[in-house]
């Protein structure tokens, strides 16, 4: 990320358009997946921006507190979006997004999907247990459903692990 040149330029007319457009495409994105606009509006400009940004540069930008750029850049950091490096020796950071595909995926599937696969385990058994105390005439029913969502949490628990080792490999 270290350049001669790491001052942030303040993008002309053109360059705003195109950093709002991307801001708005990821925080479409970001929500998507369940995460908070602020982490695709961060992302966004990042990913819009030819040189890192501090992060003041970043709340400048997006007019977002500093709680939330905080947050939002420790949670890119760690999904592995946002590369960070301290700015010329000082205190403060710079912050560049990751521009490739297969970190991200990587990192979003072993941070947050995988975690939320595996506790769904023990709340489908917890789920099963309570099918005998149903009334008799919903328990079949509940018990259709029930066969359903574990093929589905099985097949998603056949698949990430597959998905996983392909992002891994190179």
Request: glycine residues 10%; charged residues 25%.
């Amino acid at each position: 990320m270290s350049g001669a040149n790491n001052v942030a330029i303040p993008p002309n007319a053109a360059q705003a358009t195109l950093q709002r457009e991307l801001v708005v495409v990821f925080s479409n994105l970001a929500e998507l997946f369940g995460n908070p606009r602020s982490l695709g509006e961060i992302y966004g400009v990042l990913f819009a921006s030819e040189h890192p940004l501090s992060m003041e540069e970043i709340i400048r930008r997006l007019g977002i507190s500093k709680g939330s750029a905080s947050q939002g850049l420790r949670q890119l950091e760690d999904l592995g979006a946002v590369l960070r490096e301290k700015e010329n020796g000082g205190r403060s950071h710079l912050y560049a997004a990751r521009l490739e595909l297969k970190p991200l995926l990587s990192g979003f599937l072993s941070k947050r999907l995988v975690p939320g696969l595996s506790g769904g385990a023990e709340r489908l058994k917890r789920l099963h247990d309570l099918v005998p105390d149903l009334p008799r005439e919903s328990q079949p029913g509940a018990r259709l459903r029930l066969q359903r969502i574990t093929k589905w949490h099985k097949r998603a628990g056949t698949f990430l692990p597959l998905a996983q080792k392909l992002l891994q490999g190179e």
